[in-house]
């Protein structure tokens, strides 16, 4: 399920464009260590270049406009693949020790870690963050399309910063060398800004997937039902760094987080 291209983030994502084109396009006529390759070679860099922000640009509209993991129906979660051991599960948790809460907006039943978006108007199967710059809901099935947007973006922005940092040019007078390199200090103003959100964003995900934390609970664990009761060090849903990193990256299909919130109580039945 994807959103329609023309939704609410319609204009975000005119911003995002037009502001990358607008970047690639001052880096791409300046001259700059973009070109300083020889002979046969010299369109090799400008071209991987261009590819690589057009990947980025891809990414950043496919987690735009994906599905996060919205809650469509009251479905039985228990059907669902398990993180708990890693197969297929077949048999039921105990009515008794799950209790699935009903959404006071949509009023479907919440599965454990969903939670409800105002602006998306949907619950979303675990929810870390509504982002305001790609519109959409951070949830259990475009996190890592983020993810890999964050990271691949950060590379990009990496190389633009030294292709913008090599394109200036010295001049005798102040004025003059405003004139020469006004678009390009544009540029890597922008450049810098980017940078400097993208690195802080991917940081920080990447270290609450390794403690198997969402933003949301990593920001309200007072506030969350299901984590009230455990300490402010205490996770219940992380399994060690490795096996968090494992699941996140190499794990496909919802989750039913309730097994893996029970899987100690489950483990000695």
């Not at 199967?125 to 951070?138: G, Q, S, T």
């Not at 973006?153 to 990496?158: E, K, P």
């Not at 990193?245 to 919130?261: K, M, P, Q």
Request: contains cysteine.
């Amino acid at each position: 399920m994807f959103h329609s291209l023309w939704g609410s983030g319609c204009g975000i994502r005119t911003v995002h464009t037009l502001l990358t084109c607008g970047v690639t396009l001052v880096l791409l006529l300046h001259d700059t260590d973009l070109y300083s390759q020889e002979d046969v070679w010299i369109h090799l860099q400008p071209l991987v270049f261009v590819l690589m922000v057009t990947f980025s640009t891809a990414l950043y509209y496919g987690v735009s406009l994906m599905d996060p993991g919205y809650v469509l129906t009251d479905g039985d979660e228990k059907c669902h693949p398990s993180l708990a051991n890693g197969e297929q599960e077949t048999e039921s948790l105990n009515p008794s020790t799950v209790r699935m809460r009903r959404c006071g907006y949509c009023l479907l039943k919440q599965p454990m870690r969903a939670r409800h978006c105002k602006s998306c108007q949907h619950c979303v199967r675990r929810y870390d963050h509504h982002c305001p710059w790609i519109e959409n809901c951070v949830g259990e099935k475009n996190h890592r399309v983020f993810i890999l947007y964050l990271t691949f973006q950060l590379l990009v922005l990496l190389w633009a910063l030294h292709i913008a940092w090599s394109g200036f040019h010295s001049a005798v007078a102040w004025s003059n060398w405003l004139r020469i390199n006004l678009f390009l200090l544009g540029a890597l103003v922008v450049i810098g800004i980017f940078l400097v959100v993208v690195t802080l964003l991917l940081v920080s995900h990447l270290y609450l997937i390794s403690c198997n934390v969402t933003t949301w609970e990593f920001m309200s664990h007072h506030r969350i039902s299901y984590l009230k009761q455990c300490d402010s060090d205490t996770n219940p849903f992380d399994r060690g760094i490795i096996r968090n990193l494992w699941s996140f990256f190499c794990t496909c299909g919802n989750v039913v987080w309730e097994r893996v919130y029970f899987r100690d109580t489950i483990n000695s039945v």
